[in-house]
């Protein structure tokens, strides 16, 4: 059974910047979507950007183009998220996911199957 584990999150201040790391435990297909979500407390979880594993083609929410990068490093199977100029209406828990097989960047929690476990971005004003 795969696994995604995340790391990097933490506090900081509006401006600042973090990146985050989810790191596969099992090799990645060629056709597979990583992809970041984060959840608010009382909102929904919502699609904050995705990379395709094979050529590395984003998609990203409006409320972080310009500001956020999804990438990857297919030699240590790992996906990131970097993240810039951080407001604090990016405060959240940010989840990586899994999709395998798909044609496309799916924007839609209910089109990946795997999930980490989430890690807490906190940005002060």
């Known amino acids: 059974q795969v696994h995604l584990v995340e790391s990097g999150g933490g506090l900081v201040q509006a401006g600042g910047s973090l990146r985050l790391s989810c790191a596969v435990s099992?090799?990645?297909?060629?056709?597979?979507?990583m992809g970041w979500f984060r959840q608010a407390p009382g909102n929904k979880r919502e699609f904050v950007g995705a990379?395709?594993?094979?050529?590395?083609?984003?998609n990203y929410a409006d409320s972080v183009k310009g500001r956020f990068t999804v990438s990857r490093d297919n030699a240590k199977n790992v996906v990131y998220l970097q993240m810039n100029s951080l407001m604090p209406e990016d405060t959240a828990i940010y989840y990586c996911?899994?999709?395998?097989?798909?044609?496309?960047?799916?924007?839609?929690?209910?089109?990946?199957?795997?999930w980490g476990q989430g890690t807490q971005v906190t940005v002060s004003s």
């Open positions: 990379v395709r594993w094979n050529s590395g083609s984003t």
């Open positions: 099992e090799r990645t297909e060629s056709m597979t979507v």
């Open positions: 996911a899994r999709r395998n097989s798909v044609f496309g960047i799916p924007t839609t929690v209910g089109a990946y199957t795997t």
